[in-house]
């Protein structure tokens, strides 16, 4: 009896768990913010980095656009979706024009991507 109660539990905790996970993964977004975070943002091989330094490839600086497309769709874990949306537009705006190399677009993405201005809000 214990041992079904036990494995019950921990099935449950992990379905539970699972649904935690991917609870901000939007209906039409490809990738989970925690997904985006992980590839794109974090990391000495994070694609920002690469794209910001105009070194990310055609693959790359593809990943990172949809990456990016794919965050605007998912729901911010906490704050309003206004925020949100204002946030990942200018973030994706950004990326767009650095990924086409057009002037001043690094810097702006670099403001744009700006962590702490988002989490404080979002995460």
Do not use: R
Request: one cysteine or more; a positive charge; aromatic letters at 4%.
């Amino acid at each position: 009896m214990k041992k079904s109660l036990l494995v019950a539990t921990g099935l449950l905790s992990v379905a539970l768990l699972c649904g935690v996970v991917m609870a901000d993964k939007g209906k039409d977004s490809k990738y989970s913010t925690e997904d985006i975070m992980k590839k794109a943002f974090k990391g000495k091989d994070a694609l920002l980095g690469k794209v910001v330094k105009g070194e990310a490839d055609e693959e790359q600086s593809k990943l990172f656009l949809e990456m990016i497309e794919s965050l605007g769709k998912n729901e911010p874990h906490k704050g309003s979706e206004e925020s949100w949306k204002e946030k990942t537009t200018a973030l994706l705006a950004a990326a767009k024009a650095t990924v086409e190399k057009k002037e001043g677009a690094a810097e702006k993405l670099k403001k744009a991507a700006n962590c702490k201005a988002c989490h404080d809000e979002h995460k």
